[in-house]
C-alpha cells in the first residue's frame, strides 16, 4: 500500500493513521486522498507542498522559535509604564485566566443549541447585566468587536433610529475610533463633523453643542476624552435631544466609572465603549471587547447578539439567544449589522473580572488608579518645561513638553521607561499637538515607577 | 482488542441506557454532577470581592466630581467565583469533550501550545502604542504570519487588521469600492449566490452596495450561465463562497473569475472554508482578488463560544494598494515598521482607511502562527486531506441511512450536507439535531444552506479518530432510523442535557435582556 500520508504521518494534532486512511479511502471507493479532490483543476491542483515553506515542526521547536520572538519585545511589566489612549494595563487577578482556559468555555462555538450551552449563555446574561449597569443603560449587548467597531455601530444604528445621516463627533473622541468611522462614512454617505483635539484644560463641550443641528442623527463624546478630560455629558445630551438628535457617550476606560458618574445616567441615549482594561489585557491591541448599551425602546435597532431569560419545556430558567430577527443570518442585506461573531472569550473574561471586583472593588481600583494618576502629574509638573493640560482628570491626563513628544517617548524608551503615548500618533502633522504628550496610570503604577518616569523625564528633557 | 474497562461503554454495546426520565426529584435541583448554577445576581454580594488593592496616599482631585455610590454591582470572593463560572463551564458542549460536526464551523482540537503561546510576555503583554522599535517580536509574529498567509492562498499581500470574518468580507468589498473609486466607476452592485451566508449580502449592504441573488444550479454549485449573464458595467464584483456551502469545491471558479475581470468587476472569495483546501490549491492560482481566512476555523484559534476571531484579507496585486491602514512593512537594517497615518501618505497613499484601533488580533496572530509553525506546509496539506477525508467516509457511510442531495455527483470536501428527506410526517431536521445531543453530542449546522430543505450540514474535521467517527456514525443510523419511524421521544429531546428544548418565541416576545429583582 502507498502511503497515504505527504511525509508527516506522525503529525501530533492528527489522528488518523495510514491504516485508517486506507480503510477509510476503501469505504469510499476512491484510490487516495487526492482523488477527493477531482473537482478542483487539475492545472490548480498542487503536485506537494508550497516551495519556501518549512515543513512540521515539533512542540518544544515551535516553543523555542515563538519564545524569541517574545524575547524581542519590550514588555509593560518589565519597566515603568504609563501608556493608556485607548488600551489600558491594569491588574487582572490570576483566577481570571484560569477560568477562561476552562475547555468548556475555552472550546465551545456560539451557543446556538441553547440545551447544551446553557453556560455560555447565563454568563452573557450576566455580562449584559454588568454592562447595563455600569454604563447605566436600561440594556446591553453580548458584545462587539473593539471599542472603535462599536462606535461606528452606534452611529450606524442612530442613523436608523433618527433617520439621518450627519454625526457630530467631539474633538476629544479617541483619532482611531473617529478614523474607523470615517473610513465607513466614505463608503455609506453618512456626514461626520470631526474635530481635531484642542489642548484646552476642558473639553469641547460649547463647539460641540453649536455644531448639532436639526440635521443631526447623533453627537458623540468621549467619556473622558483622550486626553483624559471629563466632559459633561447631561449637558451635551440635553442640547441633542432637544434637537432629535442622539447623545452616543464612548468609554474607553471603563475603570474610570468607578469613580465617575456612569453616562447613562447622565441622559446619554447609547454607550458604546472598550471593555480591554477588565480582565482581557494589552495584547498588543487585540482581540479586545466591544461594549454596547443603550435604551430599552432602541433595542430592536441594536447590532449584534443578544441573550435573553425564558424556560425550558420542564419550566426551568434558561437562557438563549434572541431577537436573531435583526441579524444576518436571518435578514442578510436588511441585518441591522453584518457582525456575525461577538467578542465571547474576552466578555468572560471581562465578567469574571468584574464579579470579583463587584462595584465596590471597581471603585477601589478606579480610586488607586487615580490617586496614582495625581501622584504623577504632581512629579511630572516639576520638570521644568511641563505643564498639565487637564483641569480635571481619572486615571489618564495631558501634559505639554518643550519639545516633541514623539522625540520623547523614544528617549525615554531607550532608557527602558514606556512613559506614554504622543498625541502625534494619533493626529499626526498638527504642529499645535506636536509637544502633547497623554499619560495613564493604575492600580499597578508603583512609587518606584513614578519616580524613575520624573527622572528619565527630566533627563531627556535638560 | 484488550478491553481494560470491562464495565465501561464500548461500541457493540449500542445504546442500551437506561431512561431516567422517572427519577425522583431533589431537594437542590442538582442530580449528582449535574449542578445547577444561580445568576450571579443571587450568589453574589455587595460586600464580597475577590480582589485586594493596597492602599494609596493622597486623596482625590478637588475639581472632580465623584459619583455618590459604587455601581451597583455584587461581588465574589474567590472561592465563590471559581465555583460560579466552573459549574457554569459544565453546562456546556465543547470541542474538549467530543465531536462538534458543525457545519462551516470548522470545530476542530485547540491545540494547547497555541494557549501558552499567546500567554508569552512579548504578545500578550505589549501595548498598541509602544514605541516600533520595543515591539519588533510582536510585528515580527504578524510579519511571519503574514508571509505564511500570502503564500498559502498564491496572493499579492494580505490585510491583517480585520476582527473576524465579516470584517474581513466588509474590508475586502472596501478595497474593491476604493479601487472602483480610483478609476472613476460607479458601479454599485454585488452579486451573491443564494447559498451563500448571511454576512455576505448583509456586509454588500453594510458596505453600500446593492445586492443581487445568483441561483444555485442542479448540482449544489453557483449557475455559472445565470451568474455570467447578470454581468455588466453596473456590476462591481462577485461574492463567491469556495468550497461552498454545500460542501462542494466550485469547479467553474476560474471561469467565472476571468468573465468577472473581463466585464470589468472583481472576485471576492469567502474563505470561510479554505480548511478544506489549505496546501492543495491556491486561491490566487483560480482568479480571485480577495478572500478572508478565518484564523478561528482554518488555523484553530479557539471559538471561547463566539470569539474572538480573526479575519485577515489576502489581496491580488489589483487591490493591494487599497489595504486598510496600519500594516507592517520592513525597515532598515533588518528591523520592521508600521505603515500608520504618519506614514500613509508616503507608504500607502491609496490605503483606503482604519477599520479598527490598533493592529487587529494580536492574540488570535500568535496562536495561528505557532499552529502553522506546528504542522508546516506538509501538514497543512495533510489536515485538509484528512478533513476531506473524514466528511467524505461520513458521507459514504450515511448516505444510506439519510437523503445527500449531492452525493451522486462525486466527493464532498470538508463537509457531508444531508436532508430531511423521507423523514417521518411531523419529524423535522430539529428533532434528529436535538436527539445527537441526547447522544453526547453537538449538533451538526441545521437549516443551512438554505437551498438544501431541512439541510443538515456535518463538518468531522481532521482531528476525529476513526474510531470517534465510528461511534457517531452509529449514533446518526439510530437517528435518521428514529425520525423516518417517527420516534415520538425524538420530538421532545433532548432528555438528558442541562435544559430541555427552550421557548425561543417566549424570549422574543418579550425580551428579557438584564437581570431584575422580580
Known amino acids: 500500500m502507498p502511503p497515504m500520508s505527504r511525509g508527516c504521518k506522525r503529525m501530533r494534532y492528527l489522528p488518523l493513521s495510514d491504516h485508517d486512511r486506507g480503510e477509510m479511502l476503501a469505504t469510499i471507493g476512491v484510490p487516495d486522498v487526492d482523488a477527493l479532490f477531482a473537482d478542483v483543476p487539475a492545472d490548480a491542483r498542487l503536485?506537494?507542498?508550497?516551495?519556501?515553506?518549512?515543513?512540521?515542526?515539533?512542540?518544544?521547536?515551535?516553543?523555542?522559535?515563538?519564545?524569541?520572538?517574545?524575547?524581542?519585545?519590550?514588555?509593560?511589566?518589565?519597566?515603568?509604564?504609563?501608556?493608556?489612549?485607548?488600551?489600558?494595563?491594569?491588574?487582572?487577578?490570576?483566577?481570571?485566566?484560569?477560568?477562561?482556559?476552562?475547555?468548556?468555555?475555552?472550546?465551545?462555538?456560539?451557543?446556538?443549541?441553547?440545551?447544551?450551552?446553557?453556560?455560555?449563555?447565563?454568563?452573557?446574561?450576566?455580562?449584559?447585566?454588568?454592562?447595563?449597569?455600569?454604563?447605566?443603560?436600561?440594556?446591553?449587548?453580548?458584545?462587539?468587536?473593539?471599542?472603535?467597531?462599536?462606535?461606528?455601530?452606534?452611529?450606524?444604528?442612530?442613523?436608523?433610529?433618527?433617520?439621518?445621516?450627519?454625526?457630530?463627533?467631539?474633538?476629544?473622541?479617541?483619532?482611531?475610533?473617529?478614523?474607523t468611522a470615517q473610513t465607513m462614512a466614505r463608503f455609506t454617505g453618512d456626514t461626520l463633523v470631526a474635530a481635531q483635539p484642542a489642548l484646552a484644560a476642558r473639553s469641547d463641550d460649547d463647539a460641540l453643542i453649536a455644531a448639532i443641528d436639526g440635521e443631526t442623527s447623533c453627537v458623540l463624546v468621549q467619556y473622558p476624552d483622550v486626553l483624559g478630560r471629563i466632559p459633561d455629558v447631561a449637558r451635551i445630551a440635553a442640547a441633542a435631544q432637544a434637537k432629535g438628535a442622539l447623545l452616543i457617550a464612548v468609554v474607553t476606560e471603563p475603570v474610570a466609572l468607578g469613580l465617575i458618574d456612569s453616562p447613562g445616567t447622565l441622559g446619554a441615549d447609547i454607550v458604546v465603549g472598550e471593555g480591554q482594561s477588565l480582565g482581557v489585557g494589552l495584547q498588543?491591541?487585540?482581540?479586545?471587547?466591544?461594549?454596547?448599551?443603550?435604551?430599552?425602546?432602541?433595542?430592536?435597532?441594536?447590532?449584534?447578539?443578544?441573550?435573553?431569560?425564558?424556560?425550558?419545556?420542564?419550566?426551568?430558567?434558561?437562557?438563549?439567544?434572541?431577537?436573531?430577527?435583526?441579524?444576518?443570518?436571518?435578514?442578510?442585506?436588511?441585518?441591522?449589522?453584518?457582525?456575525?461573531?461577538?467578542?465571547?472569550?474576552?466578555?468572560?473574561?471581562?465578567?469574571i473580572h468584574l464579579s470579583l471586583l463587584g462595584g465596590e472593588g471597581l471603585s477601589r481600583m478606579a480610586r488607586a488608579s487615580h490617586l496614582r494618576a495625581v501622584q504623577t502629574a504632581q512629579a511630572l509638573t516639576q520638570v521644568a518645561g511641563v505643564a498639565l493640560v487637564n483641569e480635571t482628570y481619572v486615571n489618564e491626563f495631558t501634559v505639554t513638553l518643550p519639545r516633541a513628544a514623539a522625540e520623547v517617548v523614544d528617549a525615554l524608551a531607550a532608557r527602558r521607561v514606556l512613559g506614554g503615548v504622543a498625541l502625534s500618533r494619533l493626529v499626526p502633522g498638527q504642529a499645535d499637538l506636536a509637544n502633547a504628550l497623554i499619560v495613564a496610570t493604575s492600580e499597578l503604577t508603583s512609587d518606584e515607577d513614578i519616580a524613575a518616569l520624573a527622572a528619565a523625564l527630566a533627563e531627556v528633557l535638560a | 482488542m484488550t478491553v481494560l474497562n470491562p464495565s465501561g461503554w464500548r461500541p457493540e454495546m449500542g445504546e442500551r441506557v437506561s431512561a431516567t426520565l422517572d427519577a425522583p426529584a431533589t431537594v437542590t435541583g442538582n442530580r449528582a454532577l449535574h449542578l445547577e448554577e444561580p445568576l450571579l445576581f443571587e450568589v453574589g454580594r455587595m460586600d464580597h470581592c475577590g480582589v485586594d488593592f493596597d492602599e494609596v496616599a493622597g486623596s482625590p482631585l478637588a475639581g472632580l466630581a465623584l459619583r455618590a455610590a459604587p455601581v451597583?454591582?455584587?461581588?465574589?470572593?474567590?472561592?465563590?467565583?471559581?465555583?460560579?463560572?466552573?459549574?457554569?463551564?459544565?453546562?456546556?458542549?465543547?470541542?474538549?469533550?467530543?465531536?462538534?460536526?458543525?457545519?462551516?464551523?470548522?470545530?476542530?482540537?485547540?491545540?494547547?501550545?497555541?494557549?501558552?503561546?499567546?500567554?508569552?510576555?512579548?504578545?500578550?503583554?505589549?501595548?498598541?502604542?509602544?514605541?516600533?522599535?520595543?515591539?519588533?517580536?510582536?510585528?515580527?509574529?504578524?510579519?511571519?504570519?503574514?508571509?505564511?498567509?500570502?503564500?498559502?492562498?498564491?496572493?499579492?499581500?494580505?490585510?491583517?487588521?480585520?476582527?473576524?470574518?465579516?470584517?474581513?468580507?466588509?474590508?475586502?468589498?472596501?478595497?474593491?469600492?476604493?479601487?472602483?473609486?480610483?478609476?472613476?466607476?460607479?458601479?454599485?452592485?454585488?452579486?451573491?449566490?443564494?447559498?451563500?451566508?448571511?454576512?455576505?449580502?448583509?456586509?454588500?449592504?453594510?458596505?453600500?452596495?446593492?445586492?443581487?441573488?445568483?441561483?444555485?444550479?442542479?448540482?449544489?454549485?453557483?449557475?455559472?450561465?445565470?451568474?455570467?449573464?447578470?454581468?455588466?458595467?453596473?456590476?462591481?464584483?462577485?461574492?463567491?463562497?469556495?468550497?461552498?456551502?454545500?460542501?462542494?469545491?466550485?469547479?467553474?471558479?476560474?471561469?467565472?473569475?476571468?468573465?468577472?475581470?473581463?466585464?470589468?468587476?472583481?472576485?471576492?472569495?469567502?474563505g470561510a472554508n479554505f480548511n478544506a483546501i489549505v496546501g492543495r490549491v491556491r486561491p490566487g492560482d483560480l482568479g480571485v482578488d480577495a478572500m478572508h481566512i478565518n484564523l478561528h476555523k482554518t488555523f484553530s484559534t479557539p471559538h471561547g463560544g463566539g470569539g474572538p476571531g480573526a479575519g485577515p484579507v489576502v489581496l491580488s496585486e489589483a487591490l493591494a494598494p487599497f489595504a486598510p491602514l496600519p500594516f507592517v512593512v520592513p525597515g532598515s537594517g533588518g528591523a520592521l515598521r508600521l505603515v500608520e497615518e504618519a506614514q500613509a501618505a508616503a507608504d500607502a497613499p491609496q490605503a483606503f482607511g482604519r477599520m479598527c484601533a490598533f493592529h487587529g488580533q494580536m492574540g488570535m496572530f500568535s496562536r495561528a502562527l505557532a499552529y502553522i509553525l506546528s504542522h508546516g506546509a506538509d501538514g497543512l496539506a495533510q489536515a485538509s486531506g484528512d478533513a476531506v477525508l473524514n466528511a467524505n467516509y461520513v458521507l459514504r457511510r450515511l448516505e444510506h441511512v439519510l437523503h445527500a442531495p449531492f452525493g451522486a455527483a462525486g466527493p464532498c470536501m470538508h463537509e457531508a450536507l444531508f436532508s430531511d428527506d423521507g423523514f417521518a410526517e411531523g419529524f423535522a431536521t430539529l428533532d434528529l439535531a436535538k436527539g445527537l445531543i441526547d447522544e453526547g453530542y453537538h449538533p451538526m449546522t441545521v437549516y443551512f444552506p438554505l437551498v438544501v430543505h431541512g439541510a443538515m450540514l456535518v463538518e468531522p474535521t481532521e482531528t476525529e479518530s476513526k474510531a470517534g467517527l465510528d461511534q457517531f456514525i452509529t449514533a446518526m443510523e439510530s437517528l435518521g432510523a428514529r425520525a423516518k419511524a417517527g420516534d415520538p421521544a425524538l420530538k421532545t429531546a433532548p432528555h438528558f442535557a442541562p435544559r430541555r428544548r427552550v421557548d425561543e418565541t417566549r424570549a422574543a416576545r418579550k425580551p428579557r435582556l438584564v437581570w431584575s429583582a422580580q
Open chain 1, 47 to 179: 503536485a506537494g507542498p508550497i516551495a519556501g515553506l518549512p515543513g512540521h515542526a515539533s512542540e518544544m521547536a515551535v516553543e523555542r522559535h515563538m519564545a524569541r520572538l517574545s524575547a524581542d519585545s519590550l514588555t509593560a511589566g518589565q519597566v515603568p509604564f504609563f501608556l493608556g489612549a485607548g488600551a489600558y494595563r491594569h491588574h487582572v487577578p490570576a483566577s481570571v485566566d484560569h477560568l477562561i482556559q476552562r475547555g468548556e468555555f475555552l472550546t465551545a462555538y456560539t451557543p446556538y443549541q441553547p440545551e447544551i450551552a446553557q453556560g455560555t449563555l447565563q454568563v452573557l446574561f450576566e455580562f449584559q447585566t454588568q454592562v447595563a449597569r455600569l454604563f447605566g443603560t436600561d440594556v446591553a449587548n453580548a458584545s462587539l468587536y473593539d471599542g472603535s467597531t462599536a462606535c461606528w455601530e452606534a452611529i450606524a444604528m442612530a442613523g436608523r433610529i433618527t433617520r439621518r445621516s450627519k454625526a457630530v463627533l467631539s474633538g476629544g473622541l479617541h483619532p482611531h475610533y473617529v478614523g
Open chain 1, 284 to 351: 498588543f491591541g487585540g482581540p479586545y471587547l466591544g461594549l454596547f448599551g443603550c435604551r430599552e425602546k432602541f433595542v430592536r435597532q441594536m447590532p449584534g447578539r443578544l441573550c435573553g431569560e425564558t424556560i425550558d419545556a420542564d419550566g426551568k430558567r434558561a437562557f438563549v439567544l434572541t431577537l436573531s430577527t435583526r441579524e444576518q443570518h436571518i435578514r442578510r442585506e436588511k441585518a441591522t449589522s453584518n457582525i456575525c461573531t461577538n467578542s465571547g472569550l474576552c466578555a468572560l473574561a471581562f465578567s
Open chain 2, 72 to 270: 451597583d454591582l455584587p461581588g465574589l470572593s474567590e472561592p465563590e467565583a471559581v465555583r460560579h463560572y466552573t459549574r457554569l463551564s459544565r453546562q456546556n458542549y465543547a470541542i474538549d469533550l467530543g465531536l462538534f460536526p458543525l457545519g462551516s464551523c470548522t470545530m476542530k482540537h485547540n491545540p494547547r501550545l497555541d494557549e501558552k503561546v499567546a500567554r508569552m510576555p512579548g504578545f500578550a503583554d505589549v501595548h498598541p502604542l509602544q514605541p516600533v522599535g520595543t515591539v519588533q517580536g510582536a510585528l515580527k509574529v504578524i510579519d511571519q504570519l503574514a508571509d505564511w498567509l500570502v503564500k498559502l492562498t498564491g496572493m499579492a499581500a494580505v490585510a491583517m487588521t480585520p476582527k473576524a470574518g465579516a470584517h474581513g468580507e466588509l474590508c475586502g468589498l472596501l478595497a474593491i469600492r476604493a479601487a472602483l473609486d480610483a478609476r472613476g466607476d460607479k458601479r454599485d452592485v454585488i452579486l451573491v449566490p443564494e447559498s451563500a451566508h448571511g454576512t455576505n449580502p448583509a456586509t454588500a449592504a453594510f458596505a453600500g452596495f446593492k445586492v443581487e441573488s445568483i441561483p444555485a444550479s442542479n448540482d449544489g454549485r453557483v449557475d455559472t450561465a445565470a451568474l455570467i449573464a447578470k454581468l455588466g458595467a453596473h456590476v462591481a464584483g462577485v461574492m463567491i463562497t469556495n468550497p461552498n456551502t454545500c460542501g462542494l469545491f466550485e469547479r467553474d471558479l476560474k471561469t467565472i473569475a476571468d468573465a468577472v475581470h473581463g466585464a470589468g468587476g472583481y472576485v471576492y472569495c469567502d
